[in-house]
T-cell receptor, first 116, second 109 residues
C-alpha cells in the first residue's frame, strides 16, 4: 500500500541520548513535514522540506534537525533528547507546497517518543 | 497571534447529526481543512474549503464563512466508527498550516 512509513513506532529514550526517527514515502511527493502532537495542542510543525536538497524551520525547530538527501526519505534527529521532547511525532508529505490547490497532507502512522 | 478555536469534546447519538465548529484568526487565509484522527492513528483528510459556502461529500459537509472567520463540519447519520478527533486547520498567507487542538467526538448507541 502506497504511503508513508515511520520507524520506530514507539521508543523510550534516556535524556541526553540522540535519536533518529525515520520517515520514508513512496508517493514521489515533493514536500515533506515533521509535526509533533501533544495533548491539548494542535499539530506543531518542526521542520519541512519543499523538495529534495532543501529544508526549512517550522514553528518549534529547536533541538531537532532534518536532512533531505533524496525525494523519499526525511529523517528527524534529536541530538540530545530532553523530557519536553516527549510527544507523538508525525511525518507527512504532499505533492505541492501551497499555491491554489488543496495540497492535502498524507500522514504516517506516527512515532511515540518518551524521554526520561 | 494566530489562533484556531474548536470545542474540546462533543457527544452525539448514533444516527443523529452533529456540527463541529471552528473559528480562526490568522494572518491571511488560503484555505481551511478538516482532518479526522482516530485514537492512536494518523490524521486523514476529510475536506477543503477555500471559497464561502457548503461543500458536501457523502455524510460529511463542511461550511466556510471567510468574513466571519468561521467553519463547521457537519456529520449526518452518525455511525460508531465516526468516534474520532476532528482537526481544523487554516493555511495562512505564508501557506503554513495552523492547526486547532481538535474536537474529540464521542458517539453513543
Amino acid at each position: 500500500t502506497a504511503g508513508i512509513t515511520q520507524a520506530p513506532t514507539s521508543q523510550i529514550l534516556a535524556a541526553g541520548r540522540s535519536m533518529t526517527l525515520r520517515c520514508t514515502q513512496d508517493m514521489r511527493h515533493n514536500a515533506m513535514y515533521w509535526y509533533r502532537q501533544d495533548l491539548g495542542l494542535g499539530l506543531r510543525l518542526i521542520h519541512y522540506s519543499n523538495t529534495a536538497g532543501t529544508t526549512g524551520k517550522g514553528e518549534v525547530p529547536d533541538g531537532y534537525s532534518v536532512s533531505r538527501a533524496n525525494t523519499d526519505d526525511f529523517p528527524l534527529t534529536l541530538a540530545s533528547a530532553v523530557p519536553s521532547q516527549t510527544s507523538v511525532y508525525f511525518c507527512a508529505s504532499s505533492d505541492g507546497t501551497g499555491g491554489s490547490g488543496a495540497n492535502v497532507l498524507t500522514f504516517g502512522a506516527g512515532s511515540r517518543l518518551t524521554v526520561l | 497571534g494566530q489562533n484556531i478555536d474548536q470545542p474540546t469534546e462533543m457527544t452525539a447519538t448514533e444516527g443523529a447529526i452533529v456540527q463541529i465548529n471552528c473559528t480562526y484568526q490568522t494572518s491571511g487565509f488560503n484555505g481551511l481543512f478538516w482532518y479526522q484522527q482516530h485514537a492512536g492513528e494518523a490524521p486523514t483528510f476529510l475536506s477543503y474549503n477555500v471559497l464561502d459556502g457548503l461543500e458536501e461529500k457523502g455524510r460529511f459537509s463542511s461550511f466556510l464563512s471567510r468574513s466571519k472567520g468561521y467553519s463547521y463540519l457537519l456529520l449526518k447519520e452518525l455511525q460508531m466508527k465516526d468516534s474520532a478527533s476532528y482537526l481544523c486547520a487554516v493555511r495562512d498567507s505564508n501557506y503554513q498550516l495552523i492547526w486547532g487542538a481538535g474536537t474529540k467526538l464521542i458517539i453513543k448507541p
